[in-house]
């Protein structure tokens, strides 16, 4: 079965702190894999994506990393802002060309405290 | 939110009544999608649309319809036979159905039936 899982399901850190998140998946034939991030009562803004061949992705303070070996997935936040308290979702595509489908995680929701 | 306009962004419902979402977008894109987002789940797709006049039904079209007269707007209704239809809308749109772009979304209507 096609799934995406996070974890965790919830975070809560001080403003200044790093932070990783996960997203493991089991998605075939995988495509790519992206990172959005959803504000509270709006809609996901794309934050990176990553093909088979990349391993790693930078958006400012913002580094994905793809293992394809065991299907896994992180995005680390460097120097935690009030401003990136949101849900951060990972999403797999799967498919070929002319026929993608996504597989969307449930989510991460971060807190980040003063 | 890009180049897409969802509205209104709060709505109420009856029991028993239809309700339409508005969904807008300036950015040129062939592909249009409805999705239902409730808490601790994923995505999950209502309806999408590949050309004007053309719409396919998603994983959970029931109780939903569709109609995409233009290019620029796809509106959703919400029909009586959705018996939970308490739900964070959101819209989307793509240059192409089934390739690996990124999708762009609206801001989102929440939908409470009263």
């Known amino acids: 079965k096609n799934q995406v899982e996070q974890s965790p399901q919830s975070l809560i850190i001080l403003e200044g702190k790093n932070c990783t998140l996960q997203?493991?998946?089991?998605?075939?034939?995988?495509?790519?894999l992206r990172w959005y991030k959803q504000d509270t009562g709006r809609g996901p803004v794309s934050l990176t994506i990553?093909?088979?061949s990349e391993n790693t992705k930078s958006n400012g303070r913002y580094t994905a990393t793809l293992d394809a070996d065991t299907k896994q997935s992180s995005l680390h936040i460097t120097a935690s802002q009030l401003s990136d308290s949101a849900s951060y979702i990972c999403v797999v595509s799967r498919g070929e060309l002319g026929n993608y489908q996504l597989i969307w995680g449930a989510g991460t929701k971060l807190i980040i405290k003063p | 939110d890009g180049g897409i306009t969802q509205s209104p962004k709060y709505l109420f419902r009856k029991e028993g009544q239809n309700v339409t979402l508005s969904c807008e977008q300036n950015?040129?894109?062939?592909?249009m999608y409805w999705y239902r987002q409730d808490p601790g789940q994923g995505l999950r797709l209502i309806y999408y649309?590949?050309?004007?006049?053309?719409?396919q039904k998603g994983d959970i079209a029931e109780g939903y319809s569709v109609s995409r007269e233009k290019k620029e707007s796809f509106p959703l209704t919400v029909t009586s036979a959705q018996k939970n239809p308490t739900a964070f809308y959101l819209c989307?749109?793509?240059?192409?159905?089934?390739?690996?772009?990124?999708?762009?979304f609206g801001p989102g209507t929440r939908l409470t039936v009263l």
């Open positions: 649309s590949q050309i004007v006049n053309d719409f």
């Open positions: 950015l040129n894109h062939d592909a």
């Open positions: 989307a749109s793509t240059n192409t159905h089934g390739s690996p772009d990124t999708q762009y």
């Open positions: 990553m093909t088979f």
């Open positions: 997203c493991n998946y089991t998605v075939s034939p995988f495509s790519n």
